[in-house]
């Protein structure tokens, strides 16, 4: 049965002042959720901490103990605000120590930029027992400690991380989905929603009003592990807001 | 003394599976982080959450003890995946009602739009002892309960919310920076920085690389207070900069 499949969830931790100054636009939520999405897996929490040991560690701990993966970003280059690797090693009870193969990466990487000087060292730091993960872009690579994946802060070089991690992680079903847009407001069709929902068992509806130019509209997005129930409530919402003259976008808008 | 002032601070929770499929890019985070700068409040965490009651009450409760201020965005609705005003209600331990003001409200903007449905009643349940926080595009009103500020989820209504609160909270000094920008790989100057945010006590340097058409490059932030502390930090590591013949680009790259 579809509904007794084993469910695996993750957590994020984004770590950064620059975020929670309003300063950045964080765009690694957006891009690990969907990467997760396609490996099965379902980003479960988020929490955004600061640059502060206290605040991450703590973080670190609830979420690995609660879910079956825990990923942070930030935090993990050579200058003195760099600070994830402490935290998360002392979060864990365990000792920093440089990872020879870390070491190895970095002195290959700056035998033509200047030399691997004491600050860029750093970036060959880990938890005590943990693996790398491979940064085809700048040499430093992300962290792997049981559970934890410990991912760079700059959006593209995270991509990469990601890319080397693909298909590695135990997963579940997909979680597929379907947007169907629609200019309408959604009060007018919150009763149909709830009804079509209830009717299809197995699909949830959400329902992501927006507003633009004055005008009222809305992406409703069905989402179901299985492609048969996911098509027959999605063409059941079509239909009937077809029938109320205010024409379904597949797709969303 | 600058280093005695209170410091005020808060938490966000957003609310919304549509942020944790990946799906939706958030921008409540930078436009909210932002908003409480200019009112010298710090935002200190963020959360994001499902659409889940447990999740959303637990979190309330957490962050609301441990901040000035907590804001949520997204849930507010009409719809059947809208629970968050029961679901802070349940975490408080209070009663959902329908608050008159916000019931006139929403009868006065239906009133050219089909009238007041059962369902659009909904966006005028508040948690028992709640106020209202406007909304100028779409009627429905925000909720201020205590020291919580609930919010919608689309971004340009939450901006108009916010508009309305401008002003009316209590906060602290308001933390300046600058940006000084430098086609540079950060480890060649983490000593340099590290130094320079030593020597200038009351600010803060956090150095933010990026990597962008294969040079590396990054944006060191400083923080403070205090303005000419601020002028003075950024002047000398500017200066440093410069003299390394890798000239700072003010403003940021």
Chains 1, 2 share one sequence.
């Not at 206290?54 to 973080?59: C, D, N, Q, S, V």
Request: hydrophobic share 45%; glycine share 12%; proline share 4%.
């Amino acid at each position: 049965m579809i509904e007794s499949q084993r469910i695996y969830t993750a957590a994020l931790v984004v770590i950064g002042d620059e975020i929670l100054s309003g300063r950045t636009q964080d765009k690694n939520i957006a891009q690990i959720a969907g990467w997760l999405g396609v490996q099965g897996i379902r980003l479960r929490e988020v929490r955004v901490v600061a640059d502060d040991a206290g605040a991450i560690g703590a973080a670190v701990n609830v979420l690995r103990a609660a879910h079956d993966y825990l990923f942070t970003t930030g935090g993990i280059g050579p200058t003195h605000d760099d600070i994830t690797v402490d935290a998360i090693a002392a979060a864990l009870g365990v000792g920093v120590e440089v990872h020879p193969e870390a070491r190895a990466i970095l002195e290959g990487y700056y035998e033509s930029r200047g030399g691997l000087t004491e600050m860029r060292l750093r970036m060959a730091r880990v938890p005590a027992g943990a693996e790398l993960i491979p940064n085809r872009y700048t040499g430093a690579p992300g962290i792997r400690w049981g559970n934890i994946f410990i991912m760079a802060g700059v959006p593209q070089i995270t991509a990469g991380m990601l890319d080397a991690l693909t298909g590695t992680l135990e997963g579940g079903a997909v979680m597929l989905s379907e947007t169907i847009g629609c200019w309408i407001q959604e009060s007018e069709v919150a009763e149909l929603l709830r009804q079509t929902e209830r009717a299809h068992e197995g699909c949830q509806i959400g329902s992501y009003p927006f507003w633009r130019e004055g005008k009222s509209g809305a992406n409703f997005v069905i989402r179901a592990t299985d492609p048969d129930r996911l098509a027959a409530c999605a063409s059941d919402l079509s239909g009937a807001l077809d029938a109320l003259d205010r024409p379904a976008v597949a797709g969303g808008i």
